[in-house]
């Protein structure tokens, strides 16, 4: 299937549900009153999704790449709040497993876009 538009994109599609996920942890309990942590966290996940639908509009593969890098390094820091929000209690651990899968996930299929662009 030929990507015609961003919201064609597996990598993009994943890294909405991400989000959603992270949105509905954060509103909760002693996360939400985190304010800090909850907007960089939320930050960082909306990063993945704008990247690459920002980097869907580039003129070229090469700066396309450039925009999966950098959704590659936003789901790397949704990984690393997660592991503040576990330290502080925030989240139980198997919310901590889930969300960190999940993110790995999506920069499974961002690492895998930027191969296929790139080839």
Same mark, same amino acid.
């Given at each position: 299937?030929?990507?015609?538009?961003?919201?064609?994109?597996?990598?993009?599609?994943?890294?909405?549900?991400?989000?959603?996920?992270?949105? *509905?942890?954060?509103?909760?309990?002693?996360?939400?009153?985190?304010?800090?942590?909850?907007?960089?966290?939320? *930050?960082?996940?909306?990063?993945?999704?704008?990247?690459?639908?920002?980097?869907?509009?580039?003129?070229?593969?090469?700066?396309?790449?450039?925009?999966?890098?950098?959704?590659? *390094?936003?789901?790397?820091?949704?990984?690393?709040?997660?592991?503040?929000?576990?330290?502080?209690?925030?989240?139980?651990?198997?919310?901590?497993?889930?969300?960190?899968?999940?993110?790995?996930?999506?920069?499974?299929?961002?690492?895998?876009?930027?191969?296929?662009?790139?080839?």
């Amino acid at each position: 299937m030929a990507i015609k538009r961003f919201e064609d994109i597996e990598a993009w599609k994943a890294a909405r549900e991400l989000t959603q996920a992270i949105y *509905r942890l954060t509103a909760q309990g002693k996360f939400a009153k985190d304010f800090g942590l909850r907007d960089q966290i939320q *930050r960082a996940a909306v990063s993945i999704m704008a990247n690459v639908s920002e980097g869907f509009d580039s003129n070229s593969d090469d700066e396309f790449v450039r925009f999966l890098r950098y959704a590659l *390094r936003s789901g790397t820091e949704v990984q690393s709040h997660l592991y503040v929000a576990v330290d502080q209690q925030y989240i139980s651990e198997e919310n901590f497993n889930d969300l960190y899968k999940q993110a790995t996930e999506v920069k499974k299929l961002i690492s895998g876009f930027i191969r296929y662009l790139r080839s």
